[in-house]
């Protein structure tokens, strides 16, 4: 498994405590950046901007990528463009939510 692949999973261990998805199914995670010296950032954003759980979150993504092994250090940049949209879950995500 790939180091992106490893984060991937780590992500999948945060969860919007609202739907009870994870943050790669909701399709909240835009891109993952890794750098050689072990500097990661997440690219992501949430459901609507003033999700009361912001900090909740986001503090939950960057500790969960700190945990795999070869990062150093996480930068977790949360941004609005593009919007959120059921459209960006997995199809796993959507099964959650009963959407087939």
Do not use: F
Not at 19 to 38: E, H, P, Q, T, W
């Amino acid at each position: 498994m790939n180091s992106e692949e490893k984060i991937l999973d780590a992500l999948k261990s945060v969860y919007d405590p609202e739907l009870n998805i994870n943050v790669v199914d909701l399709g909240l995670i835009y891109g993952i950046g890794i750098s050689d010296n072990g500097n990661v950032q997440i690219t992501m954003t949430l459901t609507t901007p003033g999700c009361p759980l912001h900090n909740s979150i986001t503090s939950g993504v960057r500790y969960c990528v700190e945990a795999v092994e070869e990062v150093r250090n996480v930068d977790v940049n949360l941004v609005w463009q593009p919007a959120w949209s059921p459209d960006k879950m997995t199809e796993d995500g959507k099964r959650a939510l009963g959407r087939w």
